[in-house]
């Protein structure tokens, strides 16, 4: 464990929503970027307690050729780890080097304990879950009414979220879930962090039409 990683606590499975990373312009996603019609992952990042960051600056450099070992791990971090601007090996070798090199896991054991929360939860379907709890894409909300429907969902957990800004609208990004410290299993956030408005309605965009692509 190098000195960055000290005192994490516990884990955040940053979970990115497609069509709002990929409908702002400078985001040019992939045109492939539009089969993900569902919560993908952003990362896996250490926190501490009181939700403070920890962000590498030393530890192994990323290596894909053993990621590339792990045939089922590829496959499935195609699926749920997609880089909706192309290269993934880019993306995963990002987050690795800013978020995983130093807290003492090795490379694999780590991209798998996001793989496996991912899986086991059943993440890929926490659309449709949010939809029985009244969070239907194209609509507004307030950050409270997408907080009670994760935490009322099988999930039952409180999140924080990620906003960003398309004009004068602000739109969901991320669910961010507390993850314990085994990366096994979900827990309540304790802290409060994000850029979302508490006040104004909140967009879950649908508009794949919309979006930007990455020239070909
Ligand atoms: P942003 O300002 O877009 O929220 O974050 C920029 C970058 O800072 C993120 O991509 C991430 O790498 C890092 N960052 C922001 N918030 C956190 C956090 O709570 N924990 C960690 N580990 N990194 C964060
Ligand atoms: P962080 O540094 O916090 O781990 O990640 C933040 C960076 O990741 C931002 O620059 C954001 O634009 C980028 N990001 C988020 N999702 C994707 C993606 O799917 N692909 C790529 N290449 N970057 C992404």
New binding site residues.
Partial sequence: VFPDAEDYDHF?LVLQWPPTFCNLAPNKCHKNATKFTYFTIHGL???KKN?G???CTSGPAFDYDKLAREKKLIERMKKFWPNLRGKDEQFWGDEWN??GRCIGLEQNDYFNRAANVYANENISSLVEELEKHEIHEGKSYRIEQYKEAIKSSRLNVTPNF?CNEHGQVQQLLEVKLCVCKKGTKFQDCTYK?G?CSTTSLIRFPHEWNKITHRPD
């Fill in positions: 955040y990042w250490p926190q939700g960051g920890i962000i800013k978020h990620q962090v850029q």
